[in-house]
């Protein structure tokens, strides 16, 4: 009896120890949960944190036409809604990740169970919701310390819990589809979708979307573009998971199992995509706009987090089109540009000294990436010229694509040097809009954006300019006639040093010809005349009216071009002519929004009336003869010199203007239609670099087959109702336009490039 008592006492001392340590315990992991939400543990989110997580949202640049330009980005994240994601793939994300997520409130008891088990370690076991918790508050890896790790989860537990009370299930999922590294820049799902398959979402296929959620359990393992068949098979699970939760039939999945992994891999960066330049110039406009542009709390957006949205007037498709055009045409006359460059001995330069040569490529060498990281790290500068002398393996740019090689870097700047450049804005008159903007022709090799960066001598494209003071200050008309002859201007008037008397081209002279032919054919005495007539400060007047703003010098030079000035200021300039006399400033931005969709700046175009109606009719029929029978007149047949024989062979009504300057280092075009205006530079980054002959360096040949190119492209997709009606004219006009003169006839040797030889600037 006694040893019973005594077995019955040990066993109730034992139950006691039990209960005390279960209960011990219990209080302990109630304590640590108590101690986790009061923030001993580590700051936890509060009410608001919740509400608002801090994502990181991508900036997104909207064109005109509804399409995501690009994005700026910390990381390059975009946000999308539950109802923006396809079935299939939540069907996915649930059988994969988290089976009993309907079910739970943020904590699954079977896997708690199993973390404890393993001692902390997932082995797959937290929840959608866990996972959402860990990703937004405090990283996606954990700790390696096993305590650690314990305090993390717990945290986890407690922010899942608060997170379920906060949200529904399906923005629980939106939310974490939305915070997943997929790798490869592709930060969330939209991300994922658009960089992988070049889809939103919502397009997605059942198989493509398996692809995505089998990353989630490891994207740098599961990576589908470096390990395709790994991928493959992890897809293949993902779906045989979906049949296990009854979400896809067994006969679907052996189907969908069989398929090829078909990739559409479109990474995303600053230098890929469609306008690349146009993105550039938009990031400097918006970090001067965020300094006046302040949120409520007094604090500067950043267009790298907040998810602002930027609707431009870019056009996508006249945006693609204008970029094909420049690099169908320029692909031909690149090839042109190196075989004959060689029969240069010093190509790409033409007519310098070698002295003048070196001076060149000394200044490209210091202004490149590898001199600034060799001075940053204390090499001297004979050290540095020695490496540019060092061959060694590279990548460079061909118009067929990148190019591995082998060079030294002086001979790689030397290379680059050959390369024409461009810059081409187009826009709509009647608005400001900027359509399209190619500020050059490869953004990851040539980031000098030759569009509202880079000013150039425009040539013969300023003389409607000096044409417009002179209707408007003299009366005269395009049908007025004008002695194309020997003229000369002494020395000293207008602040000459000397006298000059400008020369046609190869010297010939045209007599007596009307102002419409004088401009056709670009003759350069009939624009020295009218300068000398009205005054340099009168044209320099009237083009500050067009809304140039560079500075241009108050001298006769400016008749024939000598003047540089911005493609973006040429194009706003000339549209001018085609609204009727009105100026409206260049515009590229409609609206910013907030990530809430809020407007934060709606932009409305500065405008001002430059000149009357009838002047400005003047001035169009006046470049309508380019295009009918003078320098431009190659858009009526679409041949170049026999360079090209392009298929475009425009019979509507055409305004517009070549330019080509000195030793043909510039070539220009700039054309209008009633509703679009678009104007093209074509040249070398080096003024010493450029073709001898003027049969490829004029203009027309350079710069008027984009034009024409752009905008055959443009008139084919209906959708984009380009004008191809006359210009509207004024009623009971003032001024005499329709000619009673025979059109002038086409003389092929015509071109607009000044002769400035014998004048002194």
Not at 402 to 428: C, N, V, W
Not at 470 to 496: N, V, Y
Not at 519 to 533: G, Q
Request: net charge positive.
């Amino acid at each position: 009896m006694a040893t019973k008592k005594k077995e019955s006492s040990e066993f109730s001392k034992y139950i006691k120890i039990f209960w005390k340590t279960f209960l011990f315990g219990l209080g302990f992991i109630i304590l640590l949960f108590l101690f986790a939400s009061w923030g001993f543990f580590g700051a936890m989110p509060t009410f608001e944190t919740l509400e608002n997580p801090d994502s990181n949202i991508a900036t997104e640049i909207m064109s005109s036409d509804g399409v995501v330009l690009g994005k700026f980005y910390a990381q390059n994240r975009v946000p999308v809604t539950f109802e923006e994601l396809p079935k299939d793939l939540v069907h996915a994300l649930v059988a994969t990740e988290d089976e009993r997520f309907y079910e739970h409130s943020g904590i699954d008891a079977r896997g708690t169970l199993r973390a404890v088990v393993m001692l902390g370690r997932d082995g797959g076991a937290s929840t959608i919701s866990q996972q959402l918790a860990k990703n937004l508050f405090h990283g996606s890896d954990g700790s390696r310390n096993i305590i650690l790790r314990i305090v993390q989860k717990i945290k986890e537990w407690i922010i899942a819990t608060r997170l379920e009370r906060q949200y529904t299930k399906n923005e629980i999922i939106a939310m974490y589809l939305n915070q997943v590294d997929f790798v490869n820049g592709a930060i969330g799902i939209r991300s994922a979708s658009k960089i992988y398959f070049n889809k939103e979402p919502k397009d997605l296929t059942t198989e493509e979307g398996a692809v995505i959620i089998g990353m989630l359990t490891n994207p740098s393992r599961f990576n589908p573009k470096r390990f395709e068949e790994r991928s493959k098979n992890r897809r293949n699970i993902v779906l045989g998971q979906m049949v296990r939760s009854g979400y896809l039939k067994e006969t679907k999945k052996n189907e969908l199992q069989k398929k090829p992994l078909v990739l559409d891999f479109r990474p995303e960066d600053h230098n890929q995509g469609i306008a690349t330049y146009f993105r550039e110039y938009l990031k400097v406009y918006m970090k001067d706009w965020v300094k006046n542009h302040k949120k409520e709390d007094g604090t500067e957006y950043d267009i790298y987090r907040d998810g602002l949205k930027i609707y431009t007037t870019i056009d996508s498709r006249m945006q693609k089109y204008a970029e094909e055009a420049v690099q169908e045409h320029l692909t031909i006359l690149q090839a042109k540009f190196f075989e004959l460059a060689k029969t240069e001995k010093n190509a790409p330069f033409i007519k310098i000294t070698d002295e003048e040569t070196e001076k060149i490529i000394k200044s490209a060498m210091k202004n490149s990436e590898r001199w600034r990281i060799m001075k940053d790290d204390g090499k001297s500068e004979e050290e540095i010229l020695k490496s540019f002398e060092v061959k060694t393996k590279m990548k460079i740019f061909t118009w067929k694509g990148e190019k591995d090689t082998i060079m030294t870097p002086r001979d790689s700047i030397r290379y680059y040097k050959h390369f024409l450049q461009t810059g081409m804005m187009a826009m709509e008159p009647q608005t400001g809009h900027i359509k399209a903007w190619v500020g050059g022709i490869n953004h990851k090799y040539f980031q000098y954006d030759h569009v509202g960066q880079g000013a150039r001598q425009v040539g013969s494209t300023f003389k409607p300019f000096v044409y417009s003071t002179a209707i408007e200050q003299l009366g005269m008309s395009p049908c007025d006639s004008i002695i194309d002859g020997p003229f000369t201007m002494q020395k000293g008037k207008w602040g000459i040093s000397k006298t000059w008397s400008p020369t046609n081209d190869g010297g010939a002279f045209k007599g007596m010809v009307t102002l419409k032919k004088a401009l056709a054919n670009s003759l350069n005495p009939v624009s020295a005349k009218l300068m000398d007539r009205v005054g340099p400060q009168s044209v320099v007047d009237m083009a500050r009216d067009l809304g140039v703003t560079t500075e241009i010098p108050v001298t006769p030079a400016i008749a024939l071009g000598a003047v540089d000035i911005t493609v973006k200021e040429m194009v706003g300039a000339f549209s001018t002519f085609a609204n009727q006399g009105v100026y409206i400033a260049p515009t590229f931005i409609t609206r910013i929004e907030d990530k809430n969709g809020v407007v934060l700046d709606q932009v409305i175009p500065q405008s001002k009336d430059v000149m009357n109606r009838d002047v400005a009719y003047a001035i169009i029929k006046l470049m309508e003869g380019v295009t009918e029978s003078g320098t431009g007149a190659r858009l009526r047949w679409g041949s170049v010199n026999g360079l090209t024989n392009y298929k475009y062979k425009f019979t509507n009504p055409i305004a517009g203007k070549t330019g080509t300057t000195q030793n043909n280092s510039d070539g220009w075009f700039i054309g209008m239609v009633p509703n679009l205006s678009a104007g093209i530079w074509v040249g070398n980054e080096d003024r010493a670099a450029h073709f001898r002959r003027t049969l490829y360096g004029q203009g027309a040949c350079m710069a008027l087959p984009i034009w024409g190119l752009f905008m055959d492209k443009c008139y084919k997709d209906k959708e984009l109702n380009v004008s191809q009606e006359s210009f509207e004219r004024p009623e009971k006009i003032s001024i005499r336009v329709d000619c009673t003169t025979a059109a002038p006839t086409v003389d092929s040797t015509d071109v607009d490039k000044p002769n400035m030889s014998e004048f002194d600037f």
